[in-house]
């Protein structure tokens, strides 16, 4: 009987020694973890960062959350950063637009109502003096067409819709001033969706405008290489070059908000960047963008709007209309053909 109430209570102690050990090494600090998990749901980044003791396995998943947390944290915060930079570069260019505005055409057009007041005063005691007037004001507002069209391509290059990529490339390349651009192109040149071609062109001014500023380069070249179904934009320079980061995450703790500016731009397109550079190496940066599969003819096409023979891959964009497929010089005929397609098919025939 002694034996039976002997091992009873061995029993009940090694029974109650384990509920302890359970309770306090596993349950409490399970309960605790989960109180932290439900105060980062609703927000708190930090709320892991304290240890929730408990058996080894319990320490580890805490800390593999809490690293989770925290990069979630740090990518927060990076967003945060990218888009208050972003909006000080709007307001930025917003002011800036607003002082041209300001500073140049507003002042101009004063200056050339003020031209038309004058001729008018001088126009029948002296007409010679109202000619010349009115021939003064005639070139400023030259001036000021100039100046707005300047500021315009600034914000959105014409070319770049009425001509394509390559052609705004180029004309970017003759108005660089400190430093020698040259654009070329392999495979076979085409338009591109307008979206992939602002993108690519972005990227390139971006990349050209940084190779002056920051890594005074004298020569920097642009490739673009058409293929079926890609397309890659590359840029190389002869600049100081600089390290790049490990990887893009970084690019906002260093200010580099460009270049994460490009990333945005071709990620949003299932793109790829790379960056490749070194101090005293000069900067290679190399953009690929998939595109869908061609489908068109390989033979000359004629618009149905004007009547000019283009080749398809050289086309502005095209119309599947009822089954066919039209190809456009311009977006001023592929506007038109939508607007009324019936009123143009007969000048095909």
Known sequence: MTDWFHVALTVLVLFAVTNFWLVYRVLRPLRKLALQTADLSRGNLAALQQPCGGI???????????????????????GLAYRHALTDGQE????????????DTIQSLVAIAQSLDFASNWIEKDSVRA??????ARQQAVETIEGLRRLIANLRPPALEELGLIPALRMLAESESSAEVKVRTTGIERRLQAGHELSLFRVAQEAIHNAQRHGQATRISVEVDYQPQRVRLSTCDNGVGFRPPQNFDQLVRNGHYGLLGMQERIQHLNGTIQIV??????????????L?????????????VCGAWIQPQQAYGNVRYEGEKYYFCCPVCQGAFQQNPESYLGSLN
């Open 292 to 304: 869908d599969k061609l489908d068109q003819p390989t033979e000359t096409v004629k618009d149905p």
């Open 56 to 78: 080894p396995e319990i320490g580890i998943l805490q800390r593999t959350m809490a690293s989770m947390a925290a990069h979630v944290r740090r990518s927060h915060d990076d």
């Open 131 to 136: 000619a010349a007037m009115l021939k003064t």
């Open 92 to 103: 930025a260019e917003r002011a800036r637009i607003a002082h041209e505005l300001h500073d």
């Open 277 to 290: 550079s070194a101090p005293d190496s000069g900067t290679n940066l190399v953009v690929e963008l998939p």
